[in-house]
């Protein structure tokens, strides 16, 4: 057993890896698209400013819900007793 932990490390490891690189890509592209956003939503120029009140208002709720339906497929159904 303690063979196969051994052997097993080094993909462990770059799964590791993968992980937080994977995470701190979203983090800076979310914070970067959140950022440009919010700059758009407080624009001179009507038209971007626009864009990004119906980015946030329309796009966001939809997109949320969509979401939240796919997600009551991986929800396991509580176990019932019946004492």
Same mark, same amino acid.
């Given at each position: 057993?303690?063979?196969?932990?051994?052997?097993?490390?080094?993909?462990?490891?770059?799964?590791?890896?993968?992980?937080?690189?994977?995470?701190?890509?979203?983090?800076?592209?979310?914070?970067?698209?959140?950022?440009?956003?919010?700059?758009? &939503?407080?624009?001179?120029?009507?038209?971007?400013?626009?864009?990004?009140?119906?980015?946030?208002?329309?796009?966001?709720?939809?997109?949320?819900?969509? &979401?939240?339906?796919?997600?009551?497929?991986?929800?396991?159904?509580?176990? &019932?007793?019946?004492?």
């Amino acid at each position: 057993m303690i063979e196969l932990f051994m052997r097993s490390l080094p993909l462990l490891k770059s799964a590791v890896l993968m992980t937080l690189f994977l995470g701190l890509l979203s983090f800076v592209l979310g914070s970067t698209l959140g950022l440009l956003v919010a700059l758009a &939503r407080i624009s001179s120029i009507g038209a971007l400013r626009a864009f990004a009140f119906a980015y946030v208002s329309i796009y966001l709720p939809w997109h949320a819900a969509a &979401r939240a339906d796919t997600a009551d497929l991986f929800r396991f159904a509580p176990v &019932r007793s019946d004492t």
